[in-house]
């Protein structure tokens, strides 16, 4: 019996949910799943609009791969599945094969795929966030299959290539789903409406929290829903002091010197703000859930959100259908003249899993995924700007594709990218990041907004030495 596609239905009109990044890459969250048959998946996952999933003549011979089976994993927004099941089906046009897919929103992914793991029933190709270190083991590399060409990576960058790549030995991890930075959407009319300056790109966090209080208190709503507040903090860090950095380039330990003072001054910032309703409290957050196209900003009730730039095609697009246009903006600074804490990244990436007997067919779907035009069309950066320079010359030539939308994205990451310190981040995440994300944000901040703590300076000390131990187990 042939396994059935599962796909998480999102209810937006019906369920509550919250912002949140999952390791370190967001997703999309819907309240419930279902199975459905082959031909049903394909029904509710319909092409946008400027693309088809028909087989186009000028794509290159592929193998023929009738009878064969290959299963994918991924996570993320409505418009990341619509897209992605309709290049699955031009894969499945062009060599006959047939895929078996799952996708499901963030939180739900990770619970799935630990399960998956441990029972080694991984699929074939799974979507990989820049935690993949702690899952490294489950990771096949790609060395070889790039070496004898199975994954032509001609017009992709060393630089490119790197974002994936383990520092320690070379193992090329997966191919990146294209380049991201995380960042702030804000509505310009919301900011009108309060009287406050828009964001620059290089406003500080003083600044930031001037123009929540303003906004809070002429609309009366949070002026920001929600955080990813490990990214917020561990930013903070970076801009405190050149050479700083939470983790070390190598992923092999803390660099900051364990001096607390940033966390301190971060920590108290955003719970002053949340306890004055300048940032949605946790009841809010938690009913929002991790779907972007699910935020208040979408729908006019707040005025910023923080997101992967690559979330903000989704996000923009749910907006638009309330008359409502958004803008993206840098991180706060500590100081104006100061590190922005800033970093272009790997946006996911596609893995094969060590243990698949189907690794060749894994690379060449790796292949047309990364490598066709037409492919990447109907992708259209959904998930990071594309790291093939072909790919990307032919999107931005196509008006239909690169409309005002894209086009921010694009001018956005080559903004980020030249910033001095936009290369200071290690691809890959500790195996400790995310028990210490959690800890950061469950027990320090939770605790500092709930009164468990008498201070910023107390939660941060305290956060700090937990750290070390979680540190310590790994």
């Known amino acids: 019996m042939k396994l059935k596609k599962v796909m998480a239905l999102t209810m937006a009109g019906m369920m509550a949910l919250s912002l949140a990044a999952c390791g370190g890459e967001a997703a999309s969250t819907e309240s419930s799943q279902s199975t459905a048959s082959k031909e049903e998946s394909k029904e509710a996952s319909a092409a946008p609009a400027e693309s088809s999933a028909e087989a186009p003549a000028e794509e290159s011979e592929y193998p023929d791969y009738s009878g064969e089976t290959l299963s994918i994993m991924w996570w993320g927004s409505d418009t990341r599945h619509e897209r992605t099941v309709k290049v699955i089906e031009m894969y499945e046009e062009l060599t006959g094969i047939d895929i078996e897919y799952e996708y499901l929103d963030g939180s739900a992914y990770w619970t799935s795929f ?15 966030g820049n935690n993949w270190l702690t899952y490294y083991d489950t990771i096949y590399p790609l060395n070889d299959y790039i070496a004898d060409g199975t994954i032509d990576t001609t017009n992709i960058s060393d630089a490119m290539l790197a974002t994936t790549t383990n520092q320690a030995n070379g193992d090329i991890t997966g191919i990146s789903n294209g380049t991201n930075a995380r960042c702030f959407a804000y509505n310009p009319a919301i900011f009108d409406e309060a009287g406050v300056p828009y964001p620059t790109d290089n406003w500080t966090w003083d600044e930031f929290a001037d123009a929540c209080r303003k906004i809070t208190e002429k609309t009366g709503n949070p002026a920001i829903t929600t955080l990813e507040w490990e990214t917020v903090t561990y930013s903070t860090v970076t801009q405190w002091k050149e050479g700083y950095n939470f983790f070390a380039m190598d992923g092999s330990d803390f660099a900051f010197n364990g001096d607390t003072e940033p966390l301190v001054y971060i920590m108290g910032l955003l719970t002053d ?17 991790t779907n972007i196209e699910a935020d208040w900003i979408a ?6 959100v923080m997101l992967s730039s690559n979330q903000f095609t989704a996000l923009s697009k749910v907006a638009a259908e309330s008359g409502i246009e958004l803008e993206l903006a840098t991180f706060p600074r500590v100081k104006a003249d100061g590190q922005s804490g800033m970093v272009v990244r790997s946006s996911q990436q596609l893995s094969i899993y060590s243990g698949s007997e189907k690794k060749d067919i894994a690379a060449n779907f790796l292949n047309f995924w990364v490598n066709s035009v037409e492919a990447n069309k109907i992708l259209n950066c959904e998930r990071g700007v594309s790291i093939s320079s072909e790919v990307l010359s032919a999107l931005q030539a196509d008006s239909e594709l690169t409309d005002e939308t894209t086009a921010k994205i694009y001018a956005f990451i080559d903004k980020v990218g030249s910033f001095p310190d936009a290369a200071n981040s290690s691809p890959a995440e500790p195996a400790a990041a995310e028990e210490i994300k959690n800890a950061l944000k469950q027990t320090y901040y939770q605790g500092l907004t709930s009164g468990k703590f008498s201070s910023a300076q107390e939660a941060a000390d305290g956060f700090w030495a937990e750290a070390q131990e979680i540190w310590k187990n790994y």
Request: hydrophobic share 45%; aromatic share 8%; charged share 20%.
């Open 114 to 128: 630990q399960a998956k793991m441990a029972a080694n029933e991984l699929p074939d190709v799974f979507q990989m």
């Open 299 to 304: 729908y006019g009730d707040a005025a910023m």
């Open 273 to 289: 703000l949340m306890k004055e309703g300048c940032i949605g409290d946790w009841g809010i957050q938690n009913e929002i859930g």
